[in-house]
């Protein structure tokens, strides 16, 4: 077996000055490595004009420095949204979504290659589970794409995988990127996703991170939330919601919960109702999102009207409710599409 290299993009600033040390460089080289890397997202070496040139050529070769080049790039010609299909060092790639809003530009990255939860509308499970990614390999997602467009102020960990799959390479992400001495971004503007693995949002409550928990809701009750999906076989939907529920109460922080509407399965009145009273008193949100096509389901997303009448009956029940604007419907909106595709492209080819 290969030796795994150092990786010194997922190291903290404290590793990185350890590294240079044990190297026999200064302390403070290490600490102007970390901040070439996470402050000004060096996309070389060659960029970080104070370090020593032995030592650069000696990380060059012995280190990995994760740094990420889109292989394809679909631009929605309505709004602007872009998604960039990334290539990892080892072959497998990542989708990564830029979305241009009003109040500030965001990105959604992904967590894993591919993912084992098995959500039957999700694309991403189609392929299962291939890898989890490193910190740096998620971080540079949002550098990537910061280097095309210019500072981005949100990112949501809503891409390909399940982030509390990969619990400490999430964790180690957002204390990186909203390290005061990097790349700054306030943990407030970092949203994370998940189906529901309630051991870990447990976990995470107890980090003292300031970031904003969503969860993958779907549906308004357990024996509908099965047959979507298989995450709750392992935890009860009252479980995933408790957990949820007791998450904002550590971290003061409210929960977002996210329900893609699909036609004829979990959008009619009595839906609604029942949500209305799973999330009652939770002070939640709920976000209703059309459920994207995907190619190899059959599932069919809600009409307008329905969508409609689905938000006006969970209002009346005195719950917060947004319908999400979708993004980039013209260019393979929903998650794992355009890296399916380049999948099946590419073996084809
Ligand atoms: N694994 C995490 C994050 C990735 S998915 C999670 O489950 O939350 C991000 C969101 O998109 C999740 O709410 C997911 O259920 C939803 N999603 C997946 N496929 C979708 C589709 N075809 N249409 C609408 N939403 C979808």
Redesign the pocket.
Known sequence: MTEKKPDLKSMTREEVEAFAEAAGEKRYRGRQLYEWMHAHQAASFDEMKNLPEAWKRRLSETCEYTVLTPLRRQVSAEDGTKKYLFALADGHVVETVFMPYRFGNSVCVSSQVG?R?G?R????AIGGWERDLTPAEILEQVYAVERENGKISHVV???T???LDNYDSLVRFVRLLSDENGRHLSQRNITV???GLVPQIKKLAQEGLQITL?L?L?APDQKKRLELMPVANRYDIHEAVEACLAYAKDTGRRVTF?Y?LIEGVNDSGEDAEQLALLLKGSGGHVNL?P??P?AERTFRRSRRAAVEAFKNKLEKNGINVTIRREMGRDIDG??GQLRRRHISETREG
């Open positions: 993912c939860m959500c509308f999700c694309a991403s960990v809503m891409g995988g399940e982030p996703s998940t189906c969503a993958s779907h996210e893609s999102i459920v994207n995907v929903a998650c």
